[in-house]
């Protein structure tokens, strides 16, 4: 069975950092491209970063870019997503996918998906 478990989300001062982590299990990911999506209440989930299998190619929404860095430790089989600089509007639930499909952004081509974990960013 295939599981992706998110950890590291909690509340946090506007301008503080999180490292959140994406742990695969089940099966290997070779070949995926593994991607973090955010939804906040009332909103449509949100693209946020994505990463290539290599772990060469990164691709961010440019909401966090400059602020967020993705990154993959392929023997661990783990997605890291280190946000920097947070601000209340960051707020959401966090969620990481894998994904086979080239278009990174889309998170309708992503069939494997972790239950999410909360990011709170108080003012």
């Known amino acids: 069975q295939v599981q992706l478990v998110e950890s590291g989300g909690g509340l946090v001062q506007a301008g503080g950092s999180l490292r959140l982590s994406c742990a695969a299990s089940?099966?290997?990911?070779?070949?995926?491209?593994m991607g973090w999506f955010r939804q906040a209440p009332g909103k449509e989930r949100e693209f946020v970063a994505a990463?290539?299998?290599?772990?060469?190619?990164?691709y961010y929404a440019d909401s966090v870019k400059g602020r967020f860095t993705i990154s993959r430790d392929k023997a661990k089989n783990t997605v890291y997503l280190e946000m920097n600089s947070l601000k209340p509007e960051d707020t959401a639930l966090y969620y990481c996918?894998?994904?086979?499909?080239?278009?990174?952004?889309?998170?309708?081509?992503?069939?494997?998906w972790g239950q999410g974990t909360q990011v709170t960013v108080s003012s």
């Open positions: 996918a894998a994904t086979r499909d080239s278009n990174w952004s889309a998170h309708q081509g992503y069939p494997y």
């Open positions: 990463i290539g299998w290599s772990g060469g190619d990164t």
């Open positions: 089940g099966r290997t990911f070779s070949g995926y491209a």
